[in-house]
């Protein structure tokens, strides 16, 4: 069964899965980015096409979601898979996914506004360019996002099974012990088995998924989530994390264009 690590771009889903793969899958707690590993992502193109799907046409990509997940989802153990899409046609003819393959979600949403530099540098695209995709959307988009906030909703229906967790970016900054164990003991209540911390690992884990450490760490080893920028060298991952602050690096009419698309949903996050 799946366990969703589910967000919006540039909203923290490789800040968790840095702390949850060294919790999950060591012995001690030690962090490499291999480790990561243990966390899939979807889509995976490699697997719809070894399934004879076309995943160059999005329409095939939403018939053959389930049957990919199906695929390599083994339903009596737990699978954690991040992704970037959004919860299409919950309950409906091409669902994303389904009861049957899922177990739960954890959404990582983020403020829109910070998303926006993050992304902006990630996509290469000037700040105009990013701002209209995150509020507009793209339909013929590979991975289905939506916008922020149609991603951000979309989630939703799992709450009505007891199966959503939703953590904030900047609580997974700023309140890293006390959100992670809020994590760890959704994760274990899904599972229906009693949690226990164990404290050392918890301590280790907290020690090096640092932002700073894990900054170092890909100087030193690189990380293949990073993109190559028009001179063909590697952008780094790891930029500013929480130092990046919209209210002195996004324009005064573009912060005023996402606040006004996202007006319901910043102001349920407390974002307004």
Sequence with gaps: MIIWLASYPKSGNTMLRTMLSPYLFTKDGSFN???????????????????????????????NSIRVQESFNKKETVGFVKTHNMLFNFNRKYPFTNLENTLGVIYIV????????????????????????????????????????????????????????LIKYEDLVSKREETFIKILQFIFRLRNINFTLDSKKMETVLKNTTFENLKNLEKEKGFRESIKGDDGKQIPFFDKGKSRDWSKNLDKNLTEEIERCFKNEMMELGYL
């Design 110 to 165: 983020r403020d829109p506004r910070n998303v926006a530099l993050s992304y902006a540098r990630h996509l290469k695209l000037s700040l105009e360019e990013t701002v209209k995709f995150m509020t507009k959307g793209k339909a013929n988009d590979m991975f289905l996002m939506g916008n922020w906030a149609e991603n951000f909703i979309s989630w939703k229906p799992f709450l009505n099974y007891n199966k959503y967790l």
């Design 33 to 63: 980015f291999d480790i990561m590993k243990n966390i899939k992502q979807f889509p995976n193109w490699a697997v719809f096409e070894q399934l004879g799907v076309n995943y160059k046409d999005h329409n095939e990509v939403i018939k």
